[in-house]
Nanobody, 125 residues
Framework: QVHVVESGGGLVQAGGSLRLSCAAS????????MGWFRQAPGQYRDFVAA????????YYADSVKGRFTISRDGAKNTAWLQMNNIQPEDTAVYYC??????????????????WGQGTQVTVSA
């Protein structure tokens, strides 16, 4: 069992920046890939970014490439999502999720084993 907690959401104006944090707990030595998804009202949960357990590989949705950056502290299974030039279209609840059991399709929410409760990001024009 892995406990996942996100933080850092809030209200920000378009063009601004925000950093989200995610902490995942598990058995010591467990290799956890970590990802971020988001869900706007009335929409499905969409992939945002992911990072491999080692931090050597990152993946981004086309809509956030060049604006968002995912990073991690592998030893602590902590991840961050740095959101720059944030836009109203980025408004959503942002969820952190982890892969414990070896999935490789990082853009597929079904590949993830544990999820946080989400943190709200609201962007005003």
């Amino acid at each position: 069992q892995v406990h996942v907690v996100e933080s850092g959401g809030g209200l920000v104006q378009a063009g601004g920046s925000l950093r989200l944090s995610c902490a995942a707990s598990g058995r010591p030595g467990t290799r956890l890939a970590m990802g971020w998804f988001r869900q706007a009202p009335g929409q499905y949960r969409d992939f945002v970014a992911a990072i491999s357990w080692s931090g050597d590989a990152t993946y981004y949705a086309d809509s956030v490439k060049g604006r968002f950056t995912i990073s991690r502290d592998g030893a602590k299974n902590t991840a961050w999502l740095q959101m720059n030039n944030i836009q109203p279209e980025d408004t959503a609840v942002y969820y952190c999720a982890v892969i414990q059991y070896g999935g490789h399709n990082y853009d597929n929410p079904n590949a993830y084993d544990y999820w946080g409760q989400g943190t709200q990001v609201t962007v005003s024009a």
